[in-house]
């Protein structure tokens, strides 16, 4: 196996002491901020997933509705005693954010997620924003809702394309094309993302619009993931690497016009007296720390893999080897891979 291990004790017990920090996907020295590893997830916690999401409750929720999503499969006091041997590995998710998994899926390295697992999230999301719509009596929603409807239609073809690539005899030209897709529907949702929070910071709001926002953040990023995947499945690491540095700033960007308090303060604003606007934003609030939080964990996130991309790349690590590696490991969930 290229370099990839399985995740030892004491990366565990360093993480749980406050020695090492979990930030994205890179384990890292607290006191000299240095990258001690990354972490990977593999096909066997895909599988893991998987089933937990066909085997019991909604398993559209599991991914794409706005609670606890992923981090509540693994936080599930009853799935993790079911994993006993794996129960190491997967404590280091404990410290990670919830808001980051629940928009990013894992974001644990590059994704090795089925397109039947892509899928699912695809339509749980699309099937949210429908319920979230209803909710919002705004003038345009209809367009909106048209366009998004076809931008999730662009993104479920090319999340099929990317998981056929390895069976293609013209891959190169293929991946391109459906990572430029995959990068243009990206461009769209964060158009869509942008006009409602600029809408948003005009008046009073609700917790769906929020709500809103999370779903088309989680969108994007399911296109980022993907269109990840297609570059290393031919080998461009270095565009790879740059991509994600520049999407990691594009969704700070998109995060920073938002506060916790100032959303709590807009969903509180058609209160008619002090004591219900206190309640309403009381109640507001925490929505508000996990949207916000969410979204600028997820710059960690996305930036963790341009520095993956870079450790490969030192290590003359191949994308295709990698990805073959971390698909088929089948014993161990999460793996780590040592910093250059």
């Not at 409807?149 to 479920?156: E, T």
């Not at 303060?265 to 720390?289: F, G, I, M, T």
């Not at 949207?291 to 191949?318: K, P, Y």
């Amino acid at each position: 196996m290229i370099l990839l291990r399985a995740v030892p004790p004491e990366l565990v017990q360093g993480v749980a002491s406050g020695l090492y920090k979990v930030t994205g996907s890179v384990v890292r020295d607290v006191a000299s901020g240095r990258g001690i590893a990354f972490l990977q997830e593999t096909g066997m916690l895909q599988t893991i997933l998987n089933s937990v999401m066909t085997s019991g409750g909604n398993p559209i929720v599991g991914f794409a509705n706005l609670g606890l999503g992923a981090a509540s499969v693994i936080q599930n006091q009853q799935i993790k005693s079911r994993l006993a041997e794996v129960q190491s590995s997967l404590a280091l998710l404990q410290n990670l954010q919830i808001g980051t998994l629940v928009v990013s899926g894992l974001g644990l390295g590059v994704s090795v997620a089925g397109f039947a697992v892509m899928l699912k999230r695809l339509k749980g999301i699309e099937v949210h924003l429908g319920t979230i719509e209803a909710k919002i009596d705004h003038v345009t929603k209809d367009r909106r809702s048209d366009d998004i409807r076809m931008i999730f239609a662009d993104v479920g073809t090319q999340l099929d394309t990317v998981d056929t690539l390895s069976g293609r005899s013209n891959k190169v030209s293929i991946a391109e094309a459906a990572e430029q897709s995959l990068a243009t529907s990206a461009g769209r949702l964060e158009s869509h993302f942008q006009q409602k929070s600029d809408t948003m910071q005009l008046g009073a709001i609700t917790t769906a619009d929020m709500d809103l926002l999370w779903s088309l953040a989680a969108a994007i990023r399911l296109c980022h993931e993907a269109g990840l995947r297609a570059l290393y499945s031919i080998d461009e690491l270095e565009a790879a690497k740059q991509l994600a540095e520049r999407r990691a700033q594009r969704f700070l960007n998109l995060s920073q016009a938002l506060t916790p308090d100032s959303l709590a303060r807009l969903c509180a604003q058609s209160a008619q007296d002090a004591v219900s606007y206190a309640e309403a934003r009381r109640l507001a609030l925490p929505q508000a720390e996990v949207l916000v939080h969410g979204l600028r964990d997820s710059v960690a996130s996305i930036s963790s893999q341009s520095e993956l991309a870079q450790n490969l790349i030192a290590n003359q690590i191949s994308g295709p080897a990698y990805l073959k590696d971390i698909a088929d490991e089948k014993e161990e969930p999460l793996l780590i891979l040592p910093t250059a």
